[in-house]
T-cell receptor
Framework: GQNIDQPTEMTATEGAIVQINCTYQTSGFNGLFWYQQHAGEAPTFLSYNVLDGLEEKGRFSSFLSRSKGYSYLLLKELQMKDSASYLCAPDAGNNRKLIWGLGTSLAVNP | DAGVIQSPRHEVTEMGQEVTLRCKPISGHNSLFWYRQTMMRGLELLIYFNNNVPIDDSGMPEDRFSAKMPNASFSTLKIQPSEPRDSAVYFC??????????FGQGTRLTVV
């Protein structure tokens, strides 16, 4: 079957670093997306990993291990505006069908 | 580009009524997705179009739901008859190839 597992909630302090983990089991796999969703808004694209390893993009980095079915999103120098839900979504293969986790709600406190 | 445009932004309707949600994808994108989001189930893919053709509709809950894409710049999602359990935020997203999908602002549907 298809399964995505990520923590429901996390709390961090402004200026700190936080790592949001995601483990997945899918019948097929092309890559893994991370999206950010602020309350009441649409999801917005953060990253797409196809190969194993870490990809850095400004304050945000994303890591993938295909053999372990594991990914994480690393957020550095946290800002209040980073308070949002972070969605892990493996591309399960056929027809670009993304399997979405329920998201991790991150609260950044001053 | 104005991004993916959805209408209406909010819809309140009575059980049993027909509801039509509309989407204008980003020009040049060849993929279009309809999603439903609830607190309990998260984001669920309802249907995926590629070049205006439905490719995967396995996520459509039941026969009460139907979706069309008559041309590259317009798609509709119809619920008939609507039920209270259909209350959710419905997102339309478009993309090109294997790149990321861009989401519209969503339609918040409440069926009373």
């Amino acid at each position: 079957g298809q399964n995505i597992d990520q923590p429901t909630e996390m709390t961090a302090t402004e200026g700190a670093i936080v790592q949001i983990n995601c483990t997945y089991q899918t019948s097929g796999f092309n890559g893994l997306f991370w999206y950010q969703q602020h309350a009441g808004e649409a999801p917005t694209f953060l990253s797409y990993n196809v190969l194993d390893g870490l990809e850095e993009k400004g304050r945000f980095s994303s890591f993938l291990s295909r053999s372990k079915g594991y990914s994480y999103l690393l957020l550095k120098e946290l800002q209040m505006k980073d308070s949002a839900s972070y969605l892990c979504a493996p591309d399960a293969g056929n027809n670009r069908k993304l399997i979405w986790g329920l998201g991790t709600s991150l609260a950044v406190n001053p | 580009d104005a991004g993916v445009i959805q209408s209406p932004r909010h819809e309140v309707t009575e059980m049993g009524q027909e509801v039509t949600l509309r989407c204008k994808p980003i020009s040049g994108h060849n993929s279009l997705f309809w999603y439903r989001q609830t607190m309990m189930r998260g984001l669920e893919l309802l249907i995926y179009f590629n070049n205006n053709v439905p490719i995967d509709d396995s996520g459509m809950p039941e026969d009460r739901f139907s979706a069309k894409m008559p041309n590259a710049s317009f798609s509709t999602l119809k619920i008939q008859p609507s039920e209270p359990r259909d209350s959710a935020v419905y997102f339309c997203a478009s993309g090109q190839g294997v790149t990321e999908a861009f989401f519209g602002q969503g339609t918040r549907l409440t069926v009373v």
